[in-house]
Each structure stands twice: as C-alpha cells, then as structure tokens.
C-alpha cells in the first residue's frame, strides 16, 4: 500500500484554518433517533483532535439517498445534538456543504469551533463526481481530512473529488482502517487465513479469486459453501445453493492448487427441514449425508474444531461473513466458537485479526468477542471490494 498523509502531517497548530473533514454519518434511524452510533463514535478522535489544534473543523457526509432532493428527513441537522453529546462540544449546523451560504456561516466561526455541513447528496453533483461541486466545497477548507473508509469505495465529490484540490491527509479512523488492512493482505506474517461466509457466492466470486493468491488457508462457509459443495458433486437437499455456478467454483480451486492455497469446507453440518429457531428436525450429519428435504444451515462442531485447529498455526486471519445463518438459533453457534477460537489466539499474542462487513461485525458482537479482534471494520461495501484486490479511489486520492 502506497504512503499516505496523516493527522500527524498536519502543523500542531492549525488556529482558524478551516479543516474538511469526510465523515461517514450516514446511521441508521429509528422513530426520528439514532439506533446504532458506531459511526458518529468513530469519528470523535479526529473531529477532538483537530478542534483541540484550533482549526474549524467543518464536517461534510452524506446521509440517506435524497437523489438532489432537499429532504428534512434526511438532514444533518438531525444529528447535530448526538454528535455535540459525544464530543462534549458545541456543533453547529450549516446550511450548504458549498456555495455562499456556507461561506458566510464559516466566516463567523471561530478557532476550534466544529461546524456541520448539510447533506452531500442534496447536489445531485455529489454522486457524479461533478468538478465544479468538488471545487465549491474545496473553497470552503484549507485542508481535506478523510476519515470515512466506509465511503472510499465511491469515486464522489466529497469523497474523491475534493481530495484532489486540498492537501489531504487521513483522519484516525481512516488511518486505523489502513494500517490493519495492510497487516493482513498487504504485507502480512504468514501463514494467512481468510474465512469468507455469507449467503452466496455469486456476490463474492471476485474476493475468493482474489484472496487465494493471498492467504494460505481460505475456510468458505454459510451459503456459499452449499454451491461450493454442490460444485464438487456433494448433495446439498433444500439447502441456499447456486447450482449453475459450476464452472466458476472450478476456476477458484484451480487458481488455489496453483497458489498452494487450502480451501476447507465443512464436512460436517447442522441441518433442519425448515428454517426456523430450534427446529425439531434439527441434526448434525455428515456433510454426505444431507437428505433431499432438508437444508444446511451451519456447520458442525467436529468441521469447528478442525478449522480451530487451522487458526492455530495461523498468524494472520481476514474473516469476512458468517459460517452459518447465525441471526437464528442454534445456526450461529460455529461462527461464535471459531470467532472465540480467532479470539484468544489473537489475545494470546500468536495471531492478528481482522474481520469487516456489516454481518460479520454483528456475528462478533453476538459472540462478544469484538473487544479481542485485533481490529474490527464497520465498512460493508468498501472492505469487500478492497478483499477483492480493487483500488478504492477515496484511498488512492489520499496517497502521496
């Protein structure tokens, strides 16, 4: 990964020069409030860190999808008083993220004041990535901040295009992201594993291809190890299963023997007759011994203890996706012992861990293992395309 600028590059005082900050604050809400704000919580240490140096710290993010539209259900200004709560600090709202209504609003702000900038999205240039927007907001800083890995997939104007036209540097949460991502696929202590779940593995084709050239060890579970097995000639009954997914399993596997990468998959599995909590036609069997009229909906405790048994002669992890479906009892109980396992391997020193996406953050907290994680992303979009080797163009715009 090519050097970037952080916070640290900035000068130690930066009294009344105007600092834009791209936060991700687009957050989850529910009857009018904020239901999970991780988000906002993360952006705290650059937004105190930049107040304290006495700059004017002006935050730009988008929030829901207006389409260009001025919606006040999707305003900032809705989270002006929750941001102010965590940092201890007055945040003022601005109308515009660009234009002379802002600029006249900044200009009455003083030195370590925090100022939040209305919905990106509101200008249906931000999605475009049209220039003349990026320039209008760049008119507004002194220096671009990016602390929002979680929207670094998206060349936009807030997110690209402005990165471009101001000295740039890398917030905290951005310069934690970074840092971790290159300790796992960028230059990682070897051997490596990678646990990649979920639902299907027609959306994730590009990550397998991409991460059997990378790790040593690739443990493919939920649904997507379903059509995998099913590509081997293994019956999967009812089970979630892309059956004309042949060919492209195949080409993984040829890749992996080429890389001298191991894909494990399960051989023994949990599996029910219908979907439901505790069902009583729950069983674990054989992974060959699935009957026609029933489903695999985890994996089995002896396939746990092997993959456990992997981690341990392991020094790395990437762990993205569930191994079973995990929001419905008992099918979450594999995911929880091996994040327990990737745990304390991780507390005990032998192994660095990093886990993403918005699944696999709440399987980690439901095995309550979040805390032991040498680092957990909040990014969906952005950490699986970056697991599929591709250039996230909010990150490139920050490197030197």
């Not at 207006?66 to 102010?84: E, F, I, T, W, Y």
């Not at 493919?220 to 004309?244: F, P």
């Not at 805390?371 to 909040?378: A, D, I, K, R, Y």
């Amino acid at each position: 990964m090519a050097a970037f600028k952080t916070l640290d590059d900035l000068p130690d005082d930066l009294t009344g020069k105007r600092v834009l900050v791209r936060v991700d604050f687009n957050v989850p809400m529910q009857d009018g409030a904020i239901s999970d704000d991780t988000r906002l919580r993360a952006a705290v240490p650059t937004i105190a860190e930049l107040s304290d140096k006495r700059a004017i710290v002006l935050l730009l993010s988008h929030f829901g999808r207006p389409k260009g539209q001025v919606r006040p259900d999707m305003s900032l200004a809705l989270l002006v008083r929750p941001l102010s709560e965590l940092t201890g600090r007055p945040v003022r709202f601005i109308e515009d993220c660009q234009g002379p209504e802002a600029e006249r609003a900044i200009t009455t702000m003083t030195a370590g004041s925090i100022g939040m900038l209305e919905n990106t999205r509101f200008h249906l240039g931000e999605e475009t990535n049209d220039p003349e927007l990026a320039r209008g907001m760049a008119a507004l800083g002194d220096y671009y901040v990016d602390d929002a890995f979680s929207a670094a997939h998206r060349a936009h104007a807030s997110t690209e295009g402005v990165a471009h036209l101001l000295p740039s540097f890398a917030g905290r949460a951005m310069e934690a992201e970074l840092t971790a991502l290159e300790k796992v696929l960028g230059n990682p202590e070897r051997p490596v594993a990678a646990v990649v779940g979920g639902a299907k593995v027609s959306t994730k084709l590009a990550v397998l291809g991409h991460l059997v050239s990378k790790v040593d060890h690739l443990v493919i579970g939920g649904g997507m190890a379903n059509t995998v097995l099913a590509a081997r000639g293994v019956a999967v009954g009812k089970s979630l299963c892309e059956h004309d997914l042949v060919g492209e399993v195949e080409a993984i596997f040829a890749k992996a023997e080429a890389a001298n990468c191991t894909i494990h998959l399960p051989y023994d599995v949990v599996v029910a007759k219908e979907f439901a909590a505790n069902p009583p036609s729950l069983r674990t069997v054989n992974v060959h011994e699935v009957a026609p009229d029933e489903m695999i909906l985890d994996i089995g405790p002896a396939a746990v203890e092997a993959l456990s048994d992997v981690l341990k002669t392991c020094r790395t992890l990437v762990w993205n996706g569930p191994l079973g479906a995990f929001e419905t009892p008992p099918f979450d109980a594999a995911t929880v012992a091996l994040a327990k396992t990737a745990a304390a391997l991780t507390e005990g020193g032998s192994l660095v861990s990093v886990a993403g996406g918005g699944d696999t953050v709440a399987a980690l907290n439901m095995a309550g293992v979040v805390p032991e994680f040498t680092f957990v992303s909040t990014a969906g979009g952005a950490f699986l395309e970056w697991m599929e080797g591709k250039t996230l163009p909010g990150v490139a715009a920050l490197q030197r």
